[in-house]
C-alpha cells in the first residue's frame, strides 16, 4: 500500500502554486492592514511625526519589494539598474 502511494506521488507533479495564490490573496492583505493598523495605533496621537513618517517609508519600502516579488519585475529593475553603472 504505501509503496503505490509512493509511485503514484512519483509520477505527479507537486507545485506550490495553491500555496502562493492563498499567500498573495490572504496573507499579504492581512499583514498590511495589520501593518497600517499599527501604524495609526503606535504613532498617531503621539504628536511624533518625524518617527511615524520613518515607519511610513520602511512600509513604503518593503511594499515595493513586495510588489517586484510578485509582478516578476525584479529582473527588469536590476537590468535598468546596472546599465546605470555599465552604460
Known sequence: MTTMTVATLA??????GGLQD?????????????????????????????GVMRRVGGVVIALAVIGLALSGAGVEVGQWLSSLFTG
Not at 509520477?11 to 506550490?16: G, K, L, M, N, V
Not at 496573507?27 to 495609526?40: E, F, G, N, R
Request: proline fraction near 3%; charged fraction near 10%.
Open 11 to 16: 509520477q505527479e507533479s507537486i507545485t506550490t
Open 22 to 50: 492563498w499567500l498573495v490573496e490572504n496573507a499579504i492583505p492581512l499583514l498590511l492592514l495589520s501593518v497600517a493598523v499599527l501604524l495609526l495605533w503606535l504613532g498617531g496621537g503621539k504628536g511624533d511625526n518625524a
